[in-house]
């Protein structure tokens, strides 16, 4: 078995795979329905109606959306770069952590001059999270794959320790959170009324942002040429080192605004439980978006509606929520096998 | 310091290393077999996951515990073959599909696990495998209740250990697969598949790191719960560059790394404990992995052909 390479695919050999992966994923999910004791087209229906059925329905999905756009971004940028970043999920809490330290009350300035410093701030803290990791790749050959992902235990724990001593709420009732921000310092609702916050624009601005700086300048250039052939950017001349280093900043610093968004814009205090995991799905949204910034909203657009559509459908129906991790995680895998097919056609000799 | 001493030569502090220290040789024995291949495998955490829900899942159906082990086993097995397919003859990114790998099987388990005991609160305990002191052996001082005072799966681990470094350097076949991970092409030259080689050492070594995983729940807390594994399959994979990829070093990296999370549990009940943070000792077994990693990697030797996929034919 071999894979041949075809010289110019057609646009339907390109989009046909991947296509077919998210066909394959929706059979996949029916199946688990059915084995589950449900009807699988009542549950499909009731992901959709969970997920995009009712205003309330669609904002929810919306707001689930954004972190996962930010970790999302945080992801494909390295990932485009072969800068494992698996970090997402500490890089997010310590841009929380910033967020709530600066946003209680130790500046109390208006809105307007403080939302922006907040939102620096946590980028900060998230892009010097990425820092040490991507420093120990390029200084001393670390993977980083294992040291990013041992870091998020080590920052849920200082987390932990945080919310339990210094930066408790002595208001809380011994719950382990943190005191709630001062008004200045939570994001105003897009619209008054509709419970949406300036965090998912945000989001959308830095999807079309990122997309400009790989798109238009040298730097998102020489990133793609590193993430392509890191010898031969050496040898054309592109700092691979401080690429590799700059992606990093720019890759912590967008799961770090995914801290600050979901703060300042959703939750007003910083629990232990701010993110279920947002830094893991970023990868699989970042995989489904095919690394591509503005294909980051779409694909976070799809995985929030799944995760609050089987939310929704697991109270309707015997079917546990987990279905949605299920099915994204078999997108995922579908998807990245279909890639190749895009490009290649397989050969049995 | 006094505290200190006086934990390190009380023999229910070796058992207790010995105990944290089995699972760890299992999960890295298997993943060092995928890596001496060319195959890394981040597929690590999730599997054992299922294996630890696979072993305690078919206790609790009546199954009786060895051939829960192989329940377990063959469970990561499925995973390692579906790892292996899409590493191996298609040669997609190991990165990538090894954390599919890791998130598919966690939420398989907890899929399965939320169908099959859909209103408990409390996970049921099964009646796990009891300690099988070694004649002889188990009445010396120290090391005996220690090394040769646990349940059989420590043994079993033991002889896991024993045996990748004997099939490794020993054999034909240790041969062949640690020259399918350096240089697949000379591999092929001799006539030897190295897709055959590649996946077989993934489905066995994710067997392994099931096991591991089955180790928790059969051996060591009776029971299933959510995140138990814990960022132990990650540690494992700490453990094999720290190991610079021969079984030996690796046990042993596992041996210390077990004696310094025991160590951090004991000290949280001294006098230190009063001072420092819980959070604080629970971070130093990570803390301690990356810093391994740091220190070994410079001068680790590294398989050759490590992540990279071999296609037969291409120059």
């Given at each position: 078995m071999r894979l041949e390479p075809i010289p110019n695919p057609t646009l339907g050999r390109r989009l046909g795979p991947p296509a077919a992966a998210l066909g394959v994923t929706v059979l996949f999910a029916m199946a688990l329905a059915w084995v589950a004791g449900a009807d699988p087209l009542a549950v499909l229906g009731l992901i959709v109606k969970g997920a995009v059925g009712s205003k309330f329905a669609l904002l929810e999905t919306l707001n689930r959306a954004t972190p996962l756009i930010f970790t999302g971004l945080a992801v494909a940028v390295a990932f485009r770069a072969k800068l494992w970043n698996i970090g997402a999920e500490a890089q997010l809490y310590l841009g929380a952590v910033v967020t709530v330290l600066l946003g209680t009350g130790a500046l109390s300035w208006p809105a307007p001059a403080l939302l922006p410093v907040l939102g620096l701030a946590a980028a900060l803290a998230g892009a010097l999270t990425l820092l040490g990791p991507a420093w120990a790749k390029t200084?001393?050959?670390?993977?980083?794959v294992v040291t990013t992902l041992l870091l998020n235990f080590i920052v849920l724990l200082f987390v932990s320790y945080l919310l339990e001593g210094p930066m408790k709420d002595p208001m809380g009732m011994g719950w382990p959170k943190s005191r709630r921000l001062i008004a200045e310092a939570r994001l105003p609702r897009i619209v008054e009324g509709l419970r949406l916050h300036w965090g998912f624009a945000l989001a959308l601005i830095a999807a079309v942002l990122v997309w400009l700086v790989q798109t238009r300048t040298t730097f998102g250039y020489a990133m793609r040429a590193v993430g392509h052939n890191a010898r031969a950017a050496r040898f054309a001349g592109i700092p691979v080192t401080s690429v590799t280093l700059a992606t990093a900043l720019l890759s912590g610093s967008l799961a770090g605004l995914a801290g600050f968004s979901e703060v300042a814009g959703l939750k007003g205090n910083l629990t232990l439980d701010l993110s279920p995991g947002f830094g893991y799905t970023g990868i699989i949204v970042a995989m489904l978006a095919l690394l591509h910034p503005l294909g980051v909203v779409v694909a976070a657009l799809f995985v929030a509606g799944i995760f609050v559509g089987a939310d929704s459908m697991s109270r309707a129906a015997e079917?546990?929520?987990y279905i949605a991790d299920m099915l994204l995680a078999s997108a995922l895998l579908l998807v990245v096998l279909a890639l190749p097919f895009t490009r290649f056609r397989l050969r049995w000799r | 310091m006094m505290e200190i001493l006086d934990i390190l030569v009380s023999a229910t502090f070796w058992t207790a290393v010995i105990r944290i220290m089995s699972p760890l040789l299992f999960a890295t024995m298997g993943e060092l077999i995928c890596e001496r291949a060319g195959v890394l495998n981040l597929g690590i955490e999730g599997i054992m996951v299922v294996g630890a829900f696979a072993g305690w899942m078919a206790v609790y159906s009546g199954l009786g515990l060895w051939p829960g082990v192989a329940v377990a086993m063959l469970s990561g097995m499925a995973f390692g073959l579906l790892h292996s397919t899409l590493t191996v003859?298609?040669?997609?990114?190991q990165h990538v599909v090894g954390l599919g790998v890791t998130l598919l099987a966690t939420a398989a388990t907890y899929f399965t696990y939320r169908l099959a005991?859909?209103?408990?609160?409390s996970p049921p305990r099964i009646q796990p495998f009891t300690e099988w002191p070694v004649p002889v052996l188990s009445e010396i001082p120290v090391i005996g209740p220690a090394v040769f005072s646990q349940t059989p799966l420590t043994y079993l681990a033991y002889a896991v250990a024993a045996l990748t470094a004997w099939v490794l350097y020993r054999t034909p076949l240790g041969l062949a697969l640690r020259a399918a991970g350096e240089n697949p092409a000379a591999v092929e030259a001799q006539g030897l598949s190295v897709v055959a080689l590649r996946m077989g050492a993934v489905i066995l070594g994710s067997g392994l790191m099931a096991v591991g995983g089955a180790f928790l729940t059969m051996s060591a807390f009776n029971s299933f719960f959510f995140e138990?594994?814990?960022?132990r399959g990650w540690i494992c994979i700490a453990l094999v560059v720290f190991g610079a990829w021969r079984p030996g070093k690796a046990a042993l990296g596992a041996l210390l790394f077990a004696a310094f999370d025991a160590l951090q549990i004991r000290l949280q009940q001294t006098g230190l404990g009063q001072h420092v943070p819980y959070q604080v000792f629970l971070m130093l077994p990570y803390a301690l992995s990356i810093l391994a990693l740091v220190v070994m990697s410079r001068r680790a030797e590294v398989p050759a052909a490590l992540m990279v996929p071999f296609n037969k034919g291409a120059r």
């Open positions: 200084r001393l050959g670390v993977d980083e079917v546990p929520s | 003859p298609f040669g997609l990114s005991l859909p209103q408990v609160s138990m594994v814990n960022g």
